[in-house]
């Protein structure tokens, strides 16, 4: 029988790295706007880190309770899906500021996000990555109470 700790760790994770995530993001456009450099890559790579936490969470989560009824298999693999398309997009942001991967990673930026709002488009997708992350801690939560102590 599983235990339900995964749960209470994927609800903490969801539910607090989700806002952590908005605010990083809004950290790295405000550092954006003030040309702040320095400013920029730590936000960036507290972001990173952040995406990083939650989608390796996800994953164990959804790994630990594969085939338990109590969690729902397609909210499990949704949680992993969205956590990771932040954590890929961040990461390749990341990567873009690394002198020696930076051409592979703007070959892969431009093929992925064409034409001038491709920055716009990766922002808007990981803001709704941080934005699921919060609904599928909140399902986990949830599901604490189908488990007993």
Known sequence: MTQKRWAKISAFVGIVGGPLTLFFLLTLIAAGIGASRSGALISL????????????????????????????????????????????????????????????????????????????RALMLMIVSAILSVVWGIYYAICLRKFKD
Not at 69 to 80: D, K, P, S, T, Y
Not at 87 to 96: M, R
Not at 100 to 115: E, K, P, Q, R, V
Request: hydrophobic share 55%.
């Open 45 to 120: 790579a507290l972001l990173v880190a952040t995406f990083a936490i939650i989608f390796f969470v996800a994953l164990k989560s959804a790994r630990y309770y594969k085939k338990d009824e109590r969690v729902n298999q397609v909210i499990a693999n949704l949680f992993v899906a969205s956590s990771g398309v932040g954590f890929v997009i961040s990461l390749l942001i990341g990567l873009a500021n690394v002198p020696i991967i930076s051409g592979f990673g703007d070959w892969i930026m431009d093929a992925l996000f064409d034409g001038k709002d491709g920055f716009q």
